[in-house]
């Protein structure tokens, strides 16, 4: 089997932190890249400081196969991602041409365009990530790909690296519900995990039209041993006089 | 005025990570701890991995305040916060009588009992976080505090601390709304920024109701100071020949 490609999400913000925005990209991120074969193996939200991004950055590029960033690459003061990651890997921030004719082509004063402009940084040797949406392109620099913090623009940002990027084996994830408490079954599901190490058994316990239930996930590469584990799961809800629901292979619950 | 209180919330939990589910907990805690004084400055998603838990606890309980933890306090094989919590400071994990008595009220079989019982572990030391819902406590581990994964039983833990945590200066925002691009205000920003280097400016640029704007948002202690500066921005949109909206104090927007 192919070795496990991992990634770090870091999400740059003050906003998120403060709580006045609700991060929606993690999510977004963590399913799109599980499709493709990518695990998101941690993530980290960190307020707009310079050097807090620049270590961070330079702790997690090492650490993960890939790095994704969202946030901080507008036109304002607040928004130094670009400088932040130039200085992470020591080098120059320029002015990319192909990024520049994009923003030049919406008219502006002088003083409006030259604020546009800060979005054209990049670091020296850094490549682009394309944004349909017609606006300034992300850039990748290394294994550390730089995206936008509007959800809409960074989806465009992500969905544009689709085959660009190596992938691992990509982790399915099979789901048994059952109307029980999670006490109930824990002691069967211990032995199942335990049984069948590879793969990764959690159980998510939800209330839901006036009712309490467990949702029993398991995850891994290997389709069939998911529906193995998945029906001895089953057997073991049976087993104490519970209907079990097979809600089958990376259903959203 | 006081010092400022910080905090680092971790969020434990394969579910986040993979995408299945998607996090509100740290944007409810960010908004509580906010009105309580307190500033996240730091948040961590990390998996259900022992040796991850313990080295993050152990790096950010020193770094911060306080450390609040979601996740992983249920009774199955993969709700290892607790366990991970004793050994990060070094102590056993001992059976807490006033959880237990909790969790012996709902009669069951002895398998079960005994999986619900899991519940009751906490480290040696540890001291009781309420949980309004009659089910079993959090723990908090001197700043540490250990919370649920469920939003709504995270949510009544988190409410049960209100008064008990120390806190310094409350920051508030103040919101400009300018239905113009960043580009067009971004200099004059940058430069009421400059001006006042204690506050903190923020630009969040939206596309709402088929028109785009940006929001101006300023945060910090001096309720009178935004006003001020919220005053400049409101000029400095006007001199651009925009008619901008004074949101004011923690508006949500």
Known sequence: MKDAVTACVLIIGNEILSGRTQDINLNHIAKTLGKWGIQIRHCRVIPDVEKTIIDTVNEVRHEYDYVFTTGGIGPTHDDITA????KAFGVELIEHPDIAVRIRKRPAPDD???SRLLMARVPVGATLIDNPSG???????ENVHVM????????GMLSSLDGLLKSGPII?????????????IADAL???????????????PFFRDERYGTNLVIRGADIEQLQTIANLIMAAVT??????????????S
């Open 83 to 86: 400088v932040c990651i130039a």
């Open 112 to 114: 409006i365009m030259a």
């Open 135 to 141: 606006g300034p392109q992300g850039f990748a620099m």
């Open 148 to 155: 936008a913090g509007i959800p809409s623009v960074m989806q």
């Open 172 to 184: 399915h994830s099979h789901t048994v519900r059952a109307y029980t408490g999670e006490s109930s």
């Open 190 to 204: 211990a032995k199942i995990q335990d049984q069948h190490p590879d793969a990764d058994v959690g159980s998510y």
């Open 239 to 252: 087993a104490i006089g519970e209907t079990p629901e097979d809600l089958g292979q990376d259903a959203e």
